[in-house]
């Protein structure tokens, strides 16, 4: 098992594991990062917690992603949650685009993904899950950053990219956190204070455009305008401000569950070459981060694990071929997490974060 999946953990949620386990009813929060085609590789592991882990929930639980994380979590809400997934995993697999696609065909395309995942009442399931409780997270475009033009957003990503070396909270002049949250929950997520935050609840109307936004990468995709029930303005990628998340889910006791890409975590899509910018260790002390062995991810072809890159590197049938043995892999990382919390091996194998 430790061959395949790693298993680290703050230190409150560290210590607890040890003792009891990670029973389900333990976690109140799971967490889905940006990151494009990387999510190939939790797919598998996205399926055993579908269907094995959190298959007899109660209790909710609150789901909170950007980009492609929210996109995989708008299937773990819905009714058949497999079958979404299972639409979700091969429409994107499958989307063809040109040699050279503009931001109008990306953006397209990724719509009618979207709106396959969903089917016809994929929105309605979504709103009126109580128990899976679906949030997400979008950035609303400030300044240059709203322009459609390419030269004025690159501008203004540049400017936000160099304020952000000084400091994260310069982002707040370039963008504001949109919290899109669950109709029936109070947005229970806290500790956003680093960077101007505006909550709106999610609805049948809104949340297509609301996963389209969290998704709408800056310079790849058109931005999503005046989203129903949010204020008018431009929204971007939830990545731009939380691309693997910096901020306290505090919960009573309940941990926060991280399936992940990487043993590491980059706040904001402006600190990835950032080596030095971390979460804040008083953020991670109840989270639980499930990531790919570095041995695993050495055996998959090429040595890596999908990304944004694939889609020029390779040819549409060399990429497809590729990503189909990832998600292939990727079963054994969700059968080695099923197998060590069953077995109660998990209160050996677990790391500290």
Same mark, same amino acid.
């Given at each position: 098992?430790?061959?395949?999946?790693?298993?680290?953990?703050?230190?409150?949620?560290?210590?607890?594991?040890?003792?009891?386990?990670?029973?389900?009813?333990?976690?109140?929060?799971?967490?889905?990062?940006?990151?494009?085609?990387?999510?190939?590789?939790?797919?598998?592991?996205?399926?055993?917690?579908?269907?094995?882990?959190?298959? !007899?929930?109660?209790?909710?639980?609150?789901?909170?992603?950007?980009?492609?994380?929210?996109? @995989?979590?708008?299937?773990?809400?819905?009714?058949?949650?497999?079958?979404?997934?299972? @639409?979700?995993?091969?429409?994107?697999?499958?989307?063809?685009?040109?040699?050279?696609?503009?931001?109008?065909?990306?953006?397209?395309?990724? @719509?009618?993904?979207?709106?396959? %995942?969903?089917?016809?009442?994929?929105?309605?399931?979504?709103?009126?899950?109580?128990? %899976?409780?679906?949030?997400?997270?979008?950035?609303?475009?400030?300044?240059?950053?709203?322009?459609?033009?390419?030269?004025?957003?690159?501008?203004?990503?540049?400017?936000?990219?160099?304020?952000?070396?000084?400091?994260?909270?310069?982002?707040?002049?370039?963008?504001?956190?949109?919290?899109?949250?669950?109709?029936?929950?109070?947005?229970?997520?806290?500790?956003?204070?680093?960077?101007?935050? /505006?909550k709106v609840p999610l609805s049948e109307a809104n949340i297509l455009d609301a996963i389209m936004a969290s998704g709408s990468i800056p310079l790849v995709m058109e931005g999503v305008h005046d989203i129903e029930g949010a204020p008018k303005g431009v =929204?971007? !990628?939830?990545?731009?401000?939380?691309?693997?998340?910096? %901020?306290?889910?505090?919960?009573?006791?309940?941990?926060?569950? =991280?399936?992940?890409? =990487?043993?590491?975590?980059?706040?904001?899509?402006?600190?990835?070459?950032?080596?030095?910018?971390?979460?804040?260790?008083?953020?991670?002390?109840?989270?639980?981060?499930?990531?790919?062995? /570095?041995?695993?991810?050495?055996?998959?072809?090429?040595?890596?694990?999908?990304?944004?890159?694939?889609?020029?590197?390779?040819?549409?049938?060399?990429?497809?071929?590729?990503?189909?043995?990832?998600?292939?892999?990727?079963? @054994?990382?969700?059968?080695?997490?099923?197998?060590?919390?069953?077995?109660?091996?998990?209160?050996?194998?677990?790391?500290?974060?």
């Open positions: 098992m430790s061959n395949v999946l790693e298993i680290r953990a703050g230190s409150r949620a560290l210590a607890r594991i040890r003792e009891e386990g990670l029973p389900q009813d333990s976690i109140d929060v799971m967490l889905g990062a940006s990151g494009g085609p990387k999510w190939f590789v939790l797919s598998g592991l996205d399926k055993l917690l579908i269907s094995e882990y959190f298959n !007899d929930r109660e209790q909710p639980l609150n789901l909170l992603g950007t980009s492609a994380g929210a996109w @995989r979590f708008s299937c773990y809400a819905q009714k058949n949650a497999l079958e979404a997934h299972h @639409r979700f995993e091969q429409g994107y697999l499958l989307t063809e685009y040109s040699a050279e696609p503009d931001v109008e065909e990306v953006s397209r395309k990724c @719509r009618i993904l979207v709106q396959d %995942m969903l089917g016809e009442s994929g929105a309605n399931e979504i709103v009126s899950n109580s128990i %899976m409780r679906f949030n997400l997270i979008a950035a609303k475009s400030k300044g240059l950053t709203r322009s459609e033009k390419s030269w004025k957003q690159m501008a203004g990503l540049g400017l936000a990219a160099t304020g952000n070396l000084i400091s994260r909270k310069t982002l707040g002049a370039f963008f504001t956190r949109m919290l899109f949250h669950h109709p029936t929950a109070s947005a229970p997520f806290y500790g956003m204070d680093n960077l101007p935050t /505006e =929204y971007r !990628d939830g990545g731009v401000t939380d691309y693997h998340f910096d %901020m306290d889910f505090p919960q009573g006791d309940g941990l926060t569950l =991280y399936p992940h890409f =990487y043993n590491r975590m980059v706040p904001g899509w402006f600190d990835k070459s950032l080596k030095w910018r971390k979460p804040s260790v008083k953020h991670c002390d109840q989270l639980v981060l499930l990531s790919p062995s /570095e041995s695993f991810v050495s055996q998959l072809p090429f040595g890596k694990i999908p990304d944004r890159t694939d889609f020029k590197s390779f040819s549409f049938d060399e990429r497809v071929k590729y990503w189909k043995q990832v998600i292939d892999e990727s079963t @054994r990382l969700g059968e080695a997490f099923l197998e060590a919390v069953t077995t109660e091996k998990i209160r050996q194998l677990v790391k500290p974060l």
